[in-house]
């Protein structure tokens, strides 16, 4: 994706880089939503941890599927300076534990969706940007 849409990676990058605290979204054996804290390492690949035995771990070797947002900033009282929200969204592909990693399962997310959530300059229209393998970057904005 940096090589398509860099402008979008770095300001994604920066929104995740902005806090240590992220949401995942994992899928139950039943298929309902489960919503965990995670924190993840933005490099070449996107990579994060999991506990063994977590439910969340459960969930990722039963459905690989995620979604993963940045930690959520209150706007400014001028949201025009508000740089948003980003998502990632992919299926998690285990990994070798890092020689310095804490016991656990470990996993590149082979990404499938970035989104980049914002206020345009007036601060009155809300602009999303995306990404996807093969389609490129779309931008849509509404009222």
Known sequence: MRRDAPDLAAVVEALFSAGTNKTMATLRADGSPRISGTELE?????TLGMMPGS????????????????PTLEPPSDTTQWLGDAKLAGRLVEVARPAEGPPGAYFALDVTEVVHTRLDE??????????????GTTTLSRD
């Open 42 to 46: 933005l490099g070449d690949d996107v």
């Open 55 to 70: 439910v969340k771990l459960q969930d990722v070797l039963r459905d690989p599927r995620v979604a993963v947002h940045s």
């Open 122 to 135: 007036s601060g009155t229209r809300l602009v999303v940007t995306s990404w996807h393998p093969g389609r």
